[in-house]
């Protein structure tokens, strides 16, 4: 190997939630791991502030957290728990609701902003010794060879890796630079973000309407306030943002159909755009994409993160068996397990929110009609509502 390279067994390339959280469950096996991330973590924020960018972290998810220990530091951080869930169609009138308490559980997941949940990963990350952080750094060009992966990051730094791992995000350079095509589309749709005050304690529900413009949630936070997605055309959202506060708290409240009563005070607002995509590979040899660089899902059911953590805790569990029968954790037999692992259940919820959203989003009276009796019947039962709220 030139010198010039520096060697690593791992090389993580994104140091978001999905990337930080691949890295922690990687410790403690005995491999070098580099990560490289362009953007430093948010460290510090005034107390009480609640950043635009929250999750809903199911229970899977937390206990992944809890096993790469982190989960402690999230709640001391922040963590609003959600018990219940009521999710209600706005044309036909069907409704559907999960409880905790019918679950025997306690709650069915938290709402967690997404720098709490990365600066908790990466505290962990920069305490031990095994993780070289690059940052800030970013990448440049990868090279698979039959070895290595060798990377050049934007700084001339060139860094040799048994196993590249691409956790870059939705637009991935490492999935581009790898020559892996994606399928997918745009959906002409905008998410807006903010947090309000509402009128009505938020029984500490997740509420979701869907409407023909796109659904609209309305997630509770521990300070009383709920953050809200509300998914639109992509004018509609230009309209929206531009509108006074005054006036955009009467489209909101018009919107959810005033169940929190009246809607208060409203934080800044932001969109993000919307896509559903999906890489045509997840590996390659050398190569491994978690998260979101893998597959971009509507954010319509909270589910995109959800599905990274579980990717990232299968490709570590793929690699810790490869480590212990001794075999090449960057071979494409080993890179293979973790594909067969998440690939089929990455699909079928992609499939099935595409189809939420497409289902939901027609005004049609027969539609409308036909999706009532279905979210009211998977209400009635009782058996299936565990399995639909678990995951
Ligand atoms: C409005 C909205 C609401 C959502 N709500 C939920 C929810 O409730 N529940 C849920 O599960 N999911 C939700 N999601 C989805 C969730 O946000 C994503 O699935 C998640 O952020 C993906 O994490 P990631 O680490 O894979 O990618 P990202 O969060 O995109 O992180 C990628 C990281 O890679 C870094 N990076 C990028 N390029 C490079 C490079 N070239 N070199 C080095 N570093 C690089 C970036 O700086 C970033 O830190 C929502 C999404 C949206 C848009």
């Known amino acids: 190997m030139a010198e010039q390279y520096q060697q690593f067994d791992i090389l993580v390339i994104g140091g978001g939630m999905v990337g930080a959280a691949f890295t922690c469950a990687c410790l403690g096996k005995g491999w070098r791991i580099a990560l490289v991330e362009t953007r ?9 502030e609640v950043d635009l960018r929250v999750s809903a972290l199911n229970r899977a998810s937390q206990r992944i957290l809890e096993r790469l220990r982190a989960w402690d530091r999230i709640a001391q951080l922040g963590a609003s728990p959600y018990r219940e869930m009521h999710v209600w169609d706005a ?3 069907g409704s559907i609701h999960f409880d905790s308490a019918e679950l025997g559980e306690s709650d069915l997941g938290h709402i967690v902003e997404n720098r709490v949940v990365q600066l908790a990963l990466w505290e962990r990350l920069e305490a031990s010794p095994e993780v070289t952080l690059l940052c800030p750094a970013g990448l440049d060009d990868i090279e698979l060879t039959a070895d290595v992966a060798l990377v050049d990051l934007k700084d001339g730094r060139r860094i040799a890796a048994h196993l590249l ?5 939705r637009d991935s350079r490492v999935r581009s630079r790898a020559g892996i095509a994606t399928r997918g589309w745009l959906y002409d749709q905008q998410a807006i973000v903010a947090n309000v005050r509402v009128q009505e304690w938020h029984r500490e529900t997740a509420w979701q309407r869907f409407l023909p413009t796109g659904p609209l949630a309305f997630l509770p936070l ?9 998914s639109v055309a992509e004018s509609k959202a230009e309209e929206l943002l531009a509108l006074e506060e005054v006036d955009f708290r009467a489209q909101l409240q018009e919107a959810i ?13 932001a969109a993000f755009g919307l896509r559903m995509q999906h890489a045509e590979q997840y590996v390659k040899h050398r190569l491994a994409l978690i ?17 990274g953590f579980l990717d990232a805790a299968a490709l570590a ?9 001794s075999r090449d954790i960057g071979g494409l037999w080993t890179l293979r397990r973790y594909e067969r692992a998440r690939r089929g259940d990455n699909v079928l919820m992609l499939a099935a929110m595409d189809g939420f959203k497409r289902l939901f989003s027609n005004a049609l009276a027969p539609l409308a009609a036909v999706r009532s009796a279905g979210l009211s019947t ?3 039962l009782a058996p299936i509502n565990p399995a639909l709220a678990a995951e």
């Open 91 to 93: 044309v036909g009138g």
């Open 257 to 269: 159909d005033s169940r929190l009563g009246t809607i208060g005070e409203i934080g800044p607002r």
């Open 165 to 169: 791992v691409g956790a870059d995000g």
């Open 317 to 325: 569990a793929a690699l810790v068996e490869a480590g212990d029968r």
């Open 40 to 48: 430093e973590p948010q460290r510090s924020w005034p107390p009480g």
């Open 291 to 307: 998260g979101d660089a893998a597959h971009a899902i509507h954010p319509l059911a909270g589910q995109g993160v959800n599905l």
């Open 222 to 230: 521990v300070d009383g306030r709920c953050s809200i997605v509300w």
């Open 378 to 380: 998977v209400d009635r």
